[in-house]
């Protein structure tokens, strides 16, 4: 039996805040996120039940869900690492259908779930897990630069463990860019499967 993880604090900063307001993978920058129960007032994943699809084999596609996906959150750094393996300039927030990206926290999609993410405004967002890359975020990027074919697939590979957080509203608040943000994991354990 290995020894547990112990509970971490780490701080960052709102470096960017975001909605996506359409079916399509891009978002739009916005100065604050309000969020309520239902997550991010105005997003096209705001809601307190989703239906289920690819990620849950286990129920019928469509079947009401609670929504533990509230919001796409994402590292400034980790996103400049997979611009630079795919010999990109930037990989913009817009582009991947971010709500929020952090600066700061280190490996920010390795937080483990349950994380608390604690906002000025009281706003607090509990997070589910990481949030696996995908060829259509890859042809939203490829679509910045023309020529490059290779983008499509070549971000999926390059932005494992790399493609940010999903989570849901504990608290409800607001969000600005250029808040801190305080982080709170919880003691961890190895499940030894």
Known sequence: MTEPMPALTLNGRVDGTFVVEAA?????????LLLTYAGVVGDRHEGLVRPSGAREPWYPRGTPMRNERQLSILSAEELAEIAATLSLPQILGEWVGANLILSGIPHLTRLPPRSLMLFPSGAT???????DPCRKTG???AAQFPGRDDIEFG???AAMGKRGLVGWVEREGAIRTGDAVKVRTWRQASYPG
């Open 139 to 141: 042809r939203t990027i």
């Open 155 to 157: 971000f999926v590979k």
């Open 125 to 131: 967002i509990r997070i589910d897990g990481d949030n």
């Open 24 to 32: 399509a993978v891009e978002s739009t920058a916005r100065p604050e």
